[in-house]
């Protein structure tokens, strides 16, 4: 786990700290944390990162002011590359997005730009922004995740450290399935305030032993860990103990102060295929 305070990012940031809302918009605000910190604690090779993905979040509160001072509100997505060098602090995100509240806007097109602009300047990436109206955001319905579900499995846990070696694999022969929990659940890098997750996992390979997989991710219960570097460990984890040939991880967040956070990493795509929402959220 990354040394909170031995890194000087982390110290940095707005994260269990006192704040006081911005009165008018400050990208500023903004706090931009580098993915390398976490990496080099799971020893991932930024030059060659073993996979692709997204990290897409969901802005639930965002509001402005039209030019004759009247509010306006939207839905956002976010969608930052796992390339990017750098993900965002998620109350530095909350209080940028804050500071529009007060703030008079052109257009809900000057709104758009500001933000692909200044998430983008922050993560040192292209960030993609949509904005949808209160009535039009309803293209991800809430659905049971795609698979079997394991958190019926009958097992003993007296580990909650994330452990590798946690998992194992059956005799059976190479299969292709999709599994998933609603029981992972970590805690805050800085704060331990608690984070909850529904998890889907896809590979195909020799076949998981399901109770180990159970078993690793309630493990995480007393880990201190942002959402992304959850999944990045995750992904990482089960790449190294059980080497499928092909892995997709996909971690569905509940959200916290209007936001929530949903990571995707693959072997094989860039882009989630998992374009679900579950009732948790």
């Not at 030019?67 to 530095?92: L, M, W």
């Not at 331990?192 to 390979?205: L, N």
């Not at 995750?234 to 509940?254: G, M, N």
Request: with cysteine; net charge negative.
């Amino acid at each position: 786990m990354t040394d909170y305070n031995n890194a000087p990012e982390l110290k940095a940031s707005v994260l269990g700290k006192t704040t006081e809302y911005a009165s008018a918009y400050d990208a500023s605000l903004l706090h931009p944390i580098a993915r390398k910190l976490n990496r080099d604690q799971i020893a991932v090779d930024e030059q060659a990162l073993p996979f692709k993905g997204e990290d897409t979040w969901t802005g639930y509160e965002l509001s402005w002011l039209n030019n004759k001072g009247k509010p306006q509100v939207a839905v956002a997505t976010f969608v930052f590359p796992c390339q990017s060098s750098h993900i965002i602090e998620s109350k530095s995100f909350k209080l940028y997005l804050n500071s529009f509240n007060q703030t008079r806007f052109e257009s809900i097109d000057d709104v758009h730009k500001h933000l692909t602009d200044d998430l983008s300047h922050a993560a040192s990436c292209d960030v993609k922004v949509t904005l949808f109206g209160p009535d039009e955001y309803n293209c991800i319905p809430f659905t049971q995740l795609p698979g079997e579900c394991i958190d019926d499995l009958d097992v003993d846990i007296d580990t909650y450290s994330p452990e590798e070696g946690i998992l194992t694999h059956t005799d059976n022969a190479q299969v292709s399935e999709t599994l998933y929990s609603h029981l992972l659940k970590s805690n805050c890098l800085i704060t331990s305030q608690p984070d909850w997750a529904s998890i889907v996992i896809r590979y195909e390979g020799q076949q998981i032993c399901r109770a180990s997989l159970l078993k690793y991710l309630i493990s995480f219960r007393d880990h201190n860990e942002f959402h992304e570097q959850c999944v990045e460990r995750i992904y990482c984890d089960i790449q190294r103990a059980l080497k499928p040939s092909k892995l997709e991880v996909y971690a569905r967040y509940t959200r916290r102060g209007g936001l929530d956070i949903n990571p995707y990493r693959s072997s094989e795509q860039n882009t989630t295929g998992f374009n679900v929402r579950v009732n948790r959220q």
